[in-house]
């Protein structure tokens, strides 16, 4: 290549880079990639829906430009972009007339890059799930045609998981027929609900409800916060945004004050509690039915941590195969650093678990659907069951996606710290979902105490159902079903141990509580002493509900022989790796012995091997437009040397061959002494 060439930054070859080309022609599974395409969009016809909103959106620069704005941009100017971005997918929805489910497709392919997120994926849902038929009517429209643009207000500044906690009242005033809103102390201040800063003109509002002195717990109320003419705060509202944070600076999170702020009685949302005129309080169901919107925005979070770890594998896989670096044999030339074993070590468990959550996410969206609408018809019986289920897999979801994604970042070298790898990005935005909706251990520790509910259950001999049906087994009967290096292989006999594991750190924290009440603690501090062990039987639960999910998910997919093998390898290497991961308490709890162990780990080795020929073509499958993941290491034609030169044309400081700083500063300061010129 000539200098006059290197030096066109601009150009970037219209050629697939050879090696690149190289894997998707050497993998067996290349011919198939559209089927895994359509497993994972729910089938073709969604696939060329997706393909047709993102040629909607990526012809028009205020999407197309989503990643270099999100580097380049200062904060203000992201946030002007992202109310843009929302006015103009509003009206593209109402131009091609999409449903919910695709206006969450064009969301997904602009990478959340908008600030009004809130109002379609919490306000909306939380008036369809809290209100009355009548407050429907009323309301829904509204919201649905953007007439108002709503969040949901729940966590304060002092509180947060502690729903019970939280600080911000609604006194019923029975002779004006209105609640009146207040946020008495500095830590009931409302505090990180998206959009609440600045955009939107109404909240559903949680708060404790007081009638004639007595609290009667936790309730939606719908408040109007802005002026709907000129935008303004209201009476009584002061309103504003909490100021950068480490990412996610397209939206305008916000702190909320109340004041004396007056509603009437028709918007507290009623579905599930009502306040008579005349202030007689009545309730319908348990409390946790007013958090239906939060379990189901926990739900999502289990997919959208799938989608993430699809983008991030997408990155560093391409990259990896692209990357040369040393060589494993003198003779030859510098090797893909892919072909190096540690790499894939650190780069197939994230892609192994895209996938995992991928059918895991299904999996739980499905039995929350189902729960849901046994809610709508009065039968709250497996409320508590998927109130466990939502919590726990968020938190063990968020928790993989966080460690997973730093070793990504990682395993792009220095290149991969770069702001235009995307992968800081990426990074930072994962570690939000470490605490938004529930911070993680407070989660874990619902689970454990749900747990605790269901052991004692089954050694009073109540015969349970859901995911906890196997606390009811014998553990005097199990014995290890790894009986030679070919059965770590097979994922039934390696669930087995999973539950087997489950089981006994159950037991194990049931014991220890039992242990220290009878010993004269009181339950709260017998709690609290033992709460490392409860969250360990807690996550030992989620595993292995996770990898009966991931199990299940793929034993109904009807598919080909190459894209079956392709998958149950991950399958295999993602059942495995976490046994392996977490060898100690298997180990301990004699789920499994030594020699099993030591045939564990050379299947993790060995399956790296098996997942090697088609890891390009099982990122290709996931069919992330160059756009939506927004970096220069992981575009699908593999140029990522010119495309990293080409972004330096997008950095200010390269506007201008002397910076105005050398005139004001430098300059005078090497000049200072100067008396002759050199």
């Known amino acids: 290549m000539s200098a006059a060439a290197i030096l066109d930054l601009g150009k970037i070859p219209s050629k697939v880079?050879?090696?690149?080309?190289?894997?998707?022609?050497?993998?067996?599974?290349?011919?198939?990639?559209?089927?895994?395409?359509?497993?994972?969009?729910?089938?073709?016809?969604?696939?060329?829906?997706?393909?047709?909103?993102?040629?909607?959106?990526?012809?028009?620069?205020?999407?197309?430009?989503c990643a270099i704005d999100s580097v380049y941009k200062p904060r203000e100017e992201l946030y002007a972009r992202g109310v843009e971005r929302s006015v103009r997918l509003f009206a593209l929805k109402e131009e091609y007339n999409w449903t919910d489910e695709e206006f969450g497709i064009a969301v997904y392919v602009i990478n959340h890059q908008y600030s009004l997120g809130l109002h379609t994926v919490m306000f909306i849902p939380a008036l369809e799930r809290l209100s009355t038929e009548q407050q429907k009517a009323k309301w829904l429209h509204l919201a649905r045609n953007y007439q108002i643009i709503g969040t949901y207000a729940q966590t304060e500044l002092g509180h947060g998981t502690n729903l019970q906690?939280?600080?911000?009242?609604?006194?019923?005033?029975?002779?004006?027929?209105?609640?009146?809103?207040n946020t008495p102390t500095v830590t009931s201040i409302k505090w990180w609900p998206g959009a609440l800063g600045k955009s939107v003109n109404y909240a559903i509002?949680?708060?404790?409800?007081?009638?004639?002195?007595?609290?009667?717990?936790?309730?939606?109320?719908?408040?109007?916060l802005r002026s709907t003419e000129d935008h303004k705060p209201l009476p009584g509202v002061k309103v504003g945004d909490i100021g950068p944070k480490l990412t996610f600076n397209t939206v305008d999170n916000g702190y909320l004050i109340l004041n004396n702020v007056r509603i009437p009685r028709e918007n507290m949302l009623m579905k599930n509690a009502q306040v008579s005129r005349e202030g007689h309080f009545t309730s319908r169901g348990p409390s946790k039915a007013n958090y239906s919107a939060m379990i189901l925005v926990r739900v999502t979070i289990v997919n959208w941590c799938s989608v993430i770890l699809s983008n991030s594998s997408t990155i560093t896989v391409r990259y990896s195969a692209v990357r040369r670096q040393s060589t494993?044999?003198?003779?030859?030339?510098?090797?893909?650093?892919?072909d190096y074993q540690t790499q894939q070590y650190k780069v197939f468990p994230s892609l192994a678990t895209a996938y995992a959550l991928f059918f895991v996410s299904k999996t739980l969206k499905n039995r929350y659907l189902k729960t849901y609408a046994e809610?709508?018809?009065?039968?709250?019986?497996?409320?508590?069951?998927?109130?466990?289920?939502?919590?726990?897999?968020?938190?063990?979801?968020?928790?993989?996606?966080?460690?997973?994604?730093?070793?990504?970042?990682?395993?792009?070298?220095?290149?991969?710290?770069?702001?235009?790898?995307a992968l800081g990005d990426v990074v930072a935005s994962a570690k939000a979902l470490v605490t938004v909706e529930g911070e993680n251990t407070v989660l874990y520790l619902q689970v454990a105490r749900y747990l605790m509910k269901r052991f004692a259950a089954a050694v009073s001999g109540e015969r349970l159902s859901g995911s906890t049906e196997y606390l009811c087994m014998d553990p005097i009967k199990y014995t290890c079903p790894i009986n030679s290096p070919g059965d770590c292989m097979n994922v039934s006999l390696l669930c087995q141990v999973y539950r087997f594991r489950a089981y006994r750190m159950i037991s194990k924290a049931a014991r220890m509580l039992q242990r220290d009440i009878e010993g004269g603690k009181k339950q709260h501090e017998a709690m609290n002493d033992n709460l490392v062990q409860l969250v360990r039987a807690a996550r030992a639960h989620l595993l292995y509900c996770m990898m009966v999910d991931y199990k299940e998910g793929m034993n109904q997919l009807q598919i080909s022989v190459p894209v079956s093998k392709a998958l149950n390898n991950l399958l295999v290497f993602f059942t495995v790796f976490n046994i392996v991961k977490n060898a100690g308490d298997f180990l301990e709890t004699e789920s499994i012995g030594l020699p099993q162990m030591e045939w564990l780990k050379e299947t993790?080795?060995?399956m790296l091997a098996e997942i090697r020929p088609d890891a390009v073509s099982l990122v290709d499958a996931f069919d992330i437009h160059d756009n939506t993941h927004g970096s220069v290491l992981g575009c699908y034609d593999g140029n990522v040397y010119?495309?990293?030169?080409?972004?330096?044309?997008?950095?200010?400081?390269?506007?201008?061959?002397?910076?105005?700083?050398?005139?004001?500063?430098?300059?005078?300061f090497l000049q200072r002494n100067n008396t002759s010129k050199l």
């Open 604 to 606: 993790e080795v060995k």
């Open 17 to 65: 880079n050879p090696e690149l080309q190289s894997e998707r022609n050497c993998s067996s599974l290349t011919p198939y990639i559209s089927e895994i395409t359509a497993i994972v969009d729910g089938g073709r016809n969604n696939t060329e829906k997706r393909r047709q909103i993102e040629r909607i959106l990526f012809k028009d620069p205020l999407f197309r430009d």
């Open 205 to 224: 509002i949680l708060a404790t409800l007081i009638i004639d002195g007595k609290k009667h717990g936790m309730h939606p109320f719908l408040t109007p």
């Open 642 to 668: 010119e495309r990293m030169l080409k972004s330096t044309q997008n950095e200010p400081l390269n506007q201008s061959d002397v910076h105005y700083s050398f005139h004001q500063h430098l300059k005078p």
């Open 328 to 338: 494993l044999d003198s003779s030859e030339k510098e090797s893909k650093i892919l």
């Open 165 to 181: 906690g939280l600080e911000t009242i609604a006194t019923y005033d029975a002779t004006t027929e209105e609640f009146i809103l």
């Open 375 to 421: 809610i709508m018809k009065g039968n709250f019986k497996n409320l508590p069951e998927i109130h466990c289920q939502s919590a726990g897999m968020k938190a063990m979801s968020a928790e993989m996606t966080v460690e997973l994604l730093e070793i990504s970042r990682q395993a792009c070298g220095g290149h991969g710290y770069l702001a235009a790898s």
